[in-house]
Each structure stands twice: as C-alpha cells, then as structure tokens.
C-alpha cells in the first residue's frame, strides 16, 4: 500500500475547527479531499475559509481539490483511500462510524481517527478489519502545526502506518511514529507531565499560573523550537542532567488525580475562552486579540523553522 498525494482520494468525516484543518493540509498536498459535514450553517461558510486559507498558505490554486459532502448514504466510496474521522471525542460516536465505514469502504482503504485521547484498539474493537485502522493525530491549528501522530492500534499494520507517514510527509507535515496504543500517545503524555507538575506547584501556592505560563515560554520552551528535550540534553552534557535528575526526580508530583486548581475551575463550569473564564478572564475582543497573537507567533515560529520541513511539491 503506497499513497501518492495526486493519486491519493481522502473523505474527511467532520467539517469542524479541527476536521477543515486537516483538509487544508491533505488538499496542500495534492490530495482529492471531500468533507463531510451534517451542519448546514458550517457548511456555508467552509468554502470561502478553505479559500482564503489555502491562499494565506501560498497554494490558493488548490483550494478546488476540496469539495464538500451533504450526505455519507449516498456517497461513491469506490474510490476513497483513506478516512479520516474528525468527529467530536466521544467514544460511542467514533465507533459507531466506524462500524459504518467497515461496512461501505473498500477493503483496502485506511480508516484513520483524529482522537487526542481514546486508544487507537478501544475504537476499533469488534471491527474486522483493524489491521487498517491507525491514529492519525493532529494538534491545533493542524495546517500551522508540522507535527502529527501516526498511532499504532493492536492490529494495526505496519505498511498502513509507514504509507500514512509518507503520505503525512509529502503534505508537508512532520509524522512520529507511536508504535503502542498508550492513552495520550506521545505528546499529550509529554503535555500532561509537564502541566501535572504545573499545577501542583499551583497548588501548593509555589507559583501563579502566570509565572508558569512565563517560565515555560521565557524560559526552557523558548528553546524547544530548536531543539526538543532529548537534543537539548546532548547541548548540555547528559551528566548533568542526570544529576539534576536524581535530585529533582524524588520531589516531582506522581499522582494520579487532577490537581485541586483545575478541578475547581471544571466544577465551576469555568472552562477557558468558550465560557469567558477559566485562569484567565475573558471578553469577546480579548479572545480575539489573543487568537490574532497566537497565529501571527505560531506562523513567525513556522517561517523560522520552513528549512527543516518536508518540501511539498
């Protein structure tokens, strides 16, 4: 099984903030892409955002290789190679469609979920076909971000998951490989030690949820963008490190529950940007104000790093 961006037809089941992301790094590659959406009010506005995206990206003469689809009952599958599902992260509803796809696609089309956070196998248990079934894990906003998780489910075969980072790689993204089904595969484990141990100096009235934002971005993150944590330990000696480990490492948090400072929040429905309030406060024109700064830094930190991408052609 090899995937060639132009000869490559991809159905992207769900139009949302992540799934039209996604849709905009296939048709930048070169792929056929259809999405699906059942909202007909996100439908309407969904050509012109691929439209002006895809020409902010430099490859607005292909926005016409993306279409969009009004229903799946109807749709030809003959010739889909690969789906990639972008539905909302409920178990039941993942599994449901793919019990739907394994009954329509092709024997030998890829069946792929976006999921942050279910185990690749847990979605596609009782289907007879796993072996094709592989994460594919995106991180927002996926057409700035490189990085995507190509995740190995209990049955998944490996020519599946190498042609999928192929794929990945031509369309300009930069795939890892996750070769067990862990919960939060690579990243998202990597994100939550570190926001474990946030919290809890928190917590312990150590830091100000400011000061860690500060220290992360200020501090040891500032120079992630050139080098990630394993990298930059050979810079700095691995004796070092492995002295300041054997004395940090005994003080580290290592429990298993959500820290008292988020859970409050949580419990108070103040979740972040969506309810107005979450460790910061919120207004319309701040979340726009913020948004605007985080894509303008996240597309400087991108042109600094272009050399080092896969080249798409």
Not at 235 to 244: P, R, T, Y
Not at 272 to 278: D, N, V
């Amino acid at each position: 099984m090899l995937f060639s961006p132009v000869d490559t037809k991809v159905l992207i089941v769900g139009g949302g903030t992540m799934g039209a992301d996604v849709a905009l790094v296939c048709a930048r590659g070169g792929c056929t892409t259809y999405v699906f959406e059942a909202n007909a009010e996100r439908c309407k506005v969904l050509p012109h955002y691929f439209q002006t995206k895809l020409l902010d990206m430099g490859y607005g003469q292909r926005a016409h290789l993306i279409s969009l689809v009004d229903s799946l009952n109807q749709f030809d599958w003959s010739e889909i190679d690969l789906v990639i599902e972008c539905v909302p992260e409920k178990l039941d509803i993942k599994q449901d469609l793919f019990a739907q796809l394994e009954q329509v696609v092709n024997p030998q089309t890829v069946l792929a979920s976006n999921s942050s956070s279910f185990p690749i196998s847990q979605i596609a248990e009782g289907l007879k076909t796993s072996a094709r079934m592989v994460g594919l894990h995106f991180f927002m906003p996926a057409h700035i971000v490189p990085c995507v998780e190509v995740v190995y489910g209990e049955k998944t075969s490996p020519l599946v998951a190498d042609s999928l980072s192929r794929l990945m790689t031509a369309c300009g993204m930069v795939p890892v490989t996750v070769k067990k089904d862990l919960p939060g595969f690579l990243a998202n484990r990597l994100q939550h030690a570190l926001s474990r141990e946030a919290f809890d100096l928190i917590d312990a009235g150590i830091v100000t949820p400011e000061d860690v934002d500060k220290a992360v971005r200020f501090g040891f993150g500032f120079r992630y963008l050139a080098a990630g944590p394993v990298l930059q330990r050979d810079h700095a000696g691995l004796e070092i490190h492995a002295a300041a480990g054997a004395s940090i490492y005994p003080s580290l948090n290592n429990k298993g529950e959500v820290a008292k400072c988020l859970k409050e929040k949580v419990d108070a429905k103040n979740l972040g940007m969506k309810t107005g309030q979450g460790f910061y406060s919120w207004d319309a024109d701040a979340i726009k104000a913020e948004r605007q700064r985080y894509d303008e830094l996240l597309r400087a930190g991108l042109k600094l790093i272009q050399k080092e991408l896969p080249e798409i052609k």
